[in-house]
């Protein structure tokens, strides 16, 4: 069973840096898509990066030259680093797990599998 438990924000300032965890206890993080969601208050969610078991990523046209996604497979785990944080960053950051079909694996959310979500808070 998928169960995915994310860790890692808090409140930085502008400029910083915060790696984001996700960890599934159900050992399936080299099997499926994987991904990060964030929703800031009064947006919608919005996928910001994904990674397919074969360690292709994808990343929002926003956040592409700040976020990075990895995964260790031994640790079952997915990291979102984020450098560069701006006030705009802050959201609840949600991490997510579904199917992989092959190829890129999308930022839609159209995942099975979600965690509570981390708080991201930057200040100016």
């Known amino acids: 069973q998928v169960q995915l438990v994310e860790s890692g924000g808090g409140s930085v300032q502008a400029g910083g840096s915060l790696r984001l965890s996700c960890v599934d206890s159900g050992n399936t993080v080299s099997s499926r898509c994987m991904a990060w969601f964030r929703q800031a208050p009064g947006k919608e969610r919005e996928g910001v990066a994904s990674?397919?078991?074969?360690?292709?990523?994808a990343y929002a046209a926003s956040v592409k030259d700040r976020f990075t996604i990895s995964q260790d497979n031994a640790k079952n785990t997915v990291f979102l680093q984020i450098d560069s944080l701006k006030p705009e960053d802050t959201a609840i950051y949600y991490c997510?797990?579904?199917?992989?079909?092959?190829?890129?694996?999308?930022?839609?959310?159209?995942?099975?599998?979600w965690g509570q979500g981390t708080q991201v808070t930057v200040s100016s």
């Open positions: 990674i397919a078991p074969s360690r292709r990523p």
């Open positions: 997510a797990a579904g199917t992989w079909n092959g190829g890129t694996c999308p930022l839609g959310d159209d995942y099975k599998y």
